[in-house]
């Protein structure tokens, strides 16, 4: 019953940025972390980055560590991933997920191309 929504993607040139949104709604209070997935075609789904809802604690994956930053507004209860220094290397579908007690959310993506 919890349902998250991205927006954000789109086609942006090499060295540019994006900022990528995920909207909750629905039940969300038994969340312990939310974070950005994503999948290139014919490669597997990895972990972009995470963070926990209630204390704001992060983790990245090493190849994006210092390029892209993770952050919430627990007012607008959204999650962010904002994305600079963008390479060809980051086109993928981007997905937010929701980790809950026992279960996990997910969204339908947002795609993200990066051309040169």
């Known amino acids: 019953q919890v349902q998250l929504v991205e927006s954000g993607g789109g086609l942006v040139q090499t060295g540019g940025s994006l900022r990528l949104s995920c909207v909750a709604s629905?039940?969300?209070?038994?969340?312990?972390?939310m974070g950005w997935f994503r999948q290139a075609p014919g490669k597997e789904r990895e972990l972009v980055a995470r963070?926990?809802?209630?204390?704001?604690?992060?983790t990245y994956a090493d190849f994006v560590k210092g390029r892209f930053t993770i952050s919430k507004d627990n007012y607008l209860n959204t999650l962010y991933l904002q994305m600079s220094s963008l390479e060809p290397e980051a086109t993928a579908v981007y997905s937010c997920?929701?980790?809950?007690?026992?279960?996990?959310?997910w969204g339908q993506g947002t795609q993200v191309t990066v051309s040169s």
């Open positions: 997920t929701a980790v809950h007690s026992g279960y996990e959310s």
């Open positions: 629905g039940r969300t209070d038994d969340r312990n972390t």
């Open positions: 963070i926990w809802w209630t204390t704001g604690e992060t």
